[in-house]
């Protein structure tokens, strides 16, 4: 059990963990394409049916996404160091989409270039993740930084926010897989958060746009990451990137206050039943 679920009967705490479940995977896909909605994603993980008319696909990358949420809490349970293997093993989860292509590996790091395009204003640029070559090396230096976030002496709420922004963030500048990134990212920056004692910091599909936008400004303006840089230089300039995460927070953290109220609902209708 989870610290956030403390003192919730084991109805209510598995209701609310399904509804975590339901708006983390329904929103992190859709902010990559998926077209089932909120209610299509619960149906299809509660009942085990697809929706007519959806593609095959979408199906596939909300099962694998509640997969991959079920190997995060498994992380927090174990509270070992993660791992490269864990890493590998979430993006299996992940991309289920398996293409058999030297190329497009599943579960090992990306072996070709990956770019984007950030449009700022009126212009246009080319964005360069981290060199394949630089890869292992930076990923190594990532997982340093996440043991030390996760070994946080303060459970504050600013420190999980924190945790989350910085382990995010760099993970989307090394952009370590073909493809997977951004959900890998919202997924395994929330490990801290949980161990902290909050639930999870879910992105909503609807400001798909500023979180875009607030993941290049901080691209653009300390540049391409390289073995030899750091991984998170001018901090600062992750103010806006920090902002728009707390804002995010606020429809989990209200299912949680919703079942907490529950909760106190039941327990008050328990005493006045004994008196």
Known sequence: ???????????????????????????????????????????????????????????????????????????????????????FDLHKAVQTERIIDVYKPVGAWKVEPNSTVIVSGDTQTIFEYASPKDVPELMQGWLALFQNTCKENTASKEAALSAYVCLHVSFVRIHPFWDGNGRMARLIANVPVIRFGYPPIIIPKERRQEYIEALAEYHLSVGTVTARSELLPDVNKLDRFKRFCAESWSESIRLLDEAHTKQRERNQQKNKAIK
């Open 1 to 87: 059990m989870f610290d956030f679920m403390q003192n919730l009967d084991n109805d209510i705490r598995d209701a609310l963990l399904a509804q975590l479940r339901n708006l983390w995977t329904h929103t992190s896909t859709a902010i990559e394409g998926n077209t089932l909605t909120l209610g299509e994603t619960a149906f299809v993980l509660e009942e085990g049916l697809t929706i007519s008319g959806k593609p095959l696909k979408d199906h596939e990358e909300i099962v694998g996404h509640a997969r991959a949420i079920d190997l995060v809490y498994e992380f927090i349970r174990r509270k070992s160091d993660l791992t490269e293997k864990d890493l």
